[in-house]
Structures are given as structure tokens and as C-alpha cells.
């Protein structure tokens, strides 16, 4: 199994911004395709945004716009750029990978995935 972690939560006023990482064990980032998601308390896991391993993305409505992802192969690392963070988006977020042909935002897809970072937004 792939090894995934995520890093870069934290707590942050309502209109602010974050940046989370998330680094594999080796050599997926460009080779898999790999994705952002999050569960808020109380509510089901939603898929955020993907980047299949060619580079191309796909964002959920609810953060298109404000969040961006993005990768650096060198660093094996993904990354998800989250701007005017909102009270709605507390959550913890996950990234996970998968090298099969579909990519997509469906957590059935994903065979791997991260054990989570904390995102706190306060009013």
C-alpha cells in the first residue's frame, strides 16, 4: 500500500487562507491519479478536486474557484491551495491515489489514502 500524508492544517479565521500537502511514499505523484477530500462532522465524505497523471484537474462546485490543486513532482508532493476559506469548509481533509484508468471524484476509486489533517475556520 501506498504511504500518504497530509500536512498544512490548522485553524484559520473565516476569509483566510491554507495550504495543504500531501507527500507519497514514492514515485505516484505524476503516476497516479490523486485527489482531495474532506468530511465534515456530521456529514458524509465529499470529493474536492483531482489531478489525473497527465495533469489535467476537475473541482467539485462547492470549492471551484477558491481552491486549486496542484503538484510538484520533485517533491512528490500534492497540494491543494484553499482561498476565502468559509465556517462550512471545517473539516478534515484526506488525499488519496489510485492508478486506475478512471479518475474521477469517487471514493470508490481510491485504494489509498492519507490519515487526514484538521481545517478549522472561525467566524
Known amino acids: 500500500a501506498l504511504q500518504l500524508t497530509e500536512s498544512g492544517g490548522g485553524s484559520v479565521q473565516a476569509g483566510g487562507s491554507l495550504r495543504l500537502s500531501c507527500v507519497g511514499s514514492?514515485?505516484?505523484?505524476?503516476?497516479?491519479?490523486m485527489a482531495w477530500f474532506r468530511q465534515a462532522p456530521g456529514k458524509e465524505r465529499e470529493g474536492l478536486a483531482y489531478?489525473?497523471?497527465?495533469?489535467?484537474?476537475g473541482y467539485a462546485h462547492s470549492i471551484r474557484g477558491r481552491f486549486t490543486i496542484s503538484r510538484d513532482n520533485a517533491k512528490n508532493t500534492l497540494y491543494l491551495q484553499m482561498n476565502s476559506l468559509e465556517l462550512e469548509d471545517t473539516a478534515i481533509y484526506y488525499c488519496?491515489?489510485?492508478?486506475?484508468?478512471?479518475?474521477?471524484?469517487?471514493?470508490?476509486?481510491?485504494?489509498?489514502w492519507g490519515q487526514g489533517t484538521q481545517v478549522t475556520v472561525a467566524s
Open positions: 488519496a491515489a489510485h492508478n486506475n484508468a478512471v479518475c474521477q471524484l469517487r471514493q470508490d476509486l481510491f485504494n489509498d
Open positions: 514514492r514515485y505516484i505523484v505524476d503516476n497516479y491519479c
Open positions: 489531478m489525473t497523471a497527465v495533469g489535467s484537474t
